[in-house]
């Protein structure tokens, strides 16, 4: 079989949003695929859905039933085992493609020799074909053979995995798998995946539509996602030491767990979470020191987090509670003046 597309799938009955984007992956022009939806547990009419999928088109939709609530993770572990194509994409349940998502790229992929291949992506808040705003997910001068120079460019700037399709003998012929039970489970095995391609490839057109809605994990903060990003830096960093480019790309590894873990964590936990306990901001910066010291002096640090940002890292590495006073009051005059006009 030439592709395997796998869905997993909680809760996305609501505004059609489920049936959107299987609709777009049950008309795909290529040829010799199986669509793969794994069920985690939804408590809406999800499974129903899949269940009619499944039906509908019995030689291609497979739906799978997992009896507990994994997260997405452990649903694409589900599919990876059952998944049967020489080449294997990932999707969002409430994203969509273009017809000829998966044939452009795995033509592209053929047609070169590449086992990893990539596009562009818009962002849209409406189920539609309209272009919305264009994201470019990766950069020209990362294609082609893969050498030390590019995979230190695509650790730094890996671009969505959903919007990549890679061959099979990187993402399952290989015993890492997705944690279980977090999100931002993509972050975790990334570099690891990036690192065992040969050949990258990069179609510069808008072909994946990543729908923007008020309950998509990038918009909701809580503690729970927020320990769950500092679980992923954590397993990254696993994933690097077993396999043995830990202290080939310290570099880039330290700034990518420096953002995920550290950076990205705390501004969106002073944001998002009510009340701020200073424990939690407290050992995060402890742990951030604990794995490297040093970060504040990583050359991609130095050049990428602007000055304000640093301004406040540091404060709160010296205290805490100057921190979360000062910040508080920053962002209260912040919101006056923009209340005020």
Same mark, same amino acid.
């Given at each position: ?6 869905? /997993? ?6 505004? +059609? $949003?489920? %049936? ?5 992956? &049950? *008309? ?70 273009? /017809? ?6 795995? +033509? $592209?992929? %053929? ?5 990893? &291949? *990539? ?81 990258? %490839? ?140």
């Amino acid at each position: 079989m030439k592709l395997s597309i796998i869905v /997993p799938v909680y809760n996305m009955a609501a505004d +059609r $949003k489920l %049936e959107y984007c299987l609709d777009s992956l &049950v *008309g795909q022009t290529i040829q010799d695929y199986e669509i793969i939806a794994v069920d985690d547990c939804s408590t809406d009419t999800s499974w129903d859905i899949l269940l009619r999928y499944e039906k509908e088109y019995p030689d291609k939709f497979h739906a799978i039933h997992s009896e507990v609530n994994q997260k997405q993770g452990g649903a694409k572990n589900i599919g990876m085992e059952k998944a049967q194509g020489e080449w294997i994409g990932f999707i969002d349940s409430d994203d969509w493609v273009t /017809p000829d998502f998966y044939e452009r790229l795995i +033509r $592209k992929g %053929e047609e070169t020799g590449a086992d990893m &291949v *990539g596009c562009d992506y818009h962002l849209t808040d409406e189920h539609s074909m309209k272009i919305g705003q264009v994201v470019h997910n990766n950069k020209a001068e990362q294609t082609g053979i893969l050498d030390e120079e590019k995979y230190r460019s695509l650790i730094l700037d890996s671009g969505s995995l959903v919007v990549k399709v890679y061959r099979r003998e990187i993402v399952i012929d290989h015993p890492s798998r997705f944690p279980t039970g977090i999100f931002y489970e993509d972050n975790a095995l990334a570099n690891s995946w990036m690192l065992r391609a040969k050949h990258f %490839e990069y179609i510069q057109e808008p072909l994946y539509y990543y729908y923007q809605h008020d309950t998509s994990t990038v918009h909701t903060i809580s503690v729970k996602r927020c320990e769950d990003r500092m679980e992923a830096g954590r397993i990254m960093l696993r994933e690097a030491k077993a396999y043995g480019y830990f202290e080939k790309y310290y570099p880039e590894l330290e700034f990518t767990f420096t953002m995920l873990f550290y950076v990205n964590t705390l501004f969106t936990y002073m944001q998002g979470v009510r009340p701020i306990r200073s424990g939690f901001v407290r050992r995060l910066g402890q742990e951030m020191l604990e794995n490297f010291p040093d970060f504040q002096k990583n050359p991609y640090y130095m050049e990428r987090v602007g000055a304000e940002e640093k301004k406040l890292v540091q404060m709160q590495l010296a205290s805490t509670t100057r921190f979360i006073l000062y910040y508080k009051l920053l962002w209260g005059y912040r919101n006056l003046r923009k209340k005020l006009g």
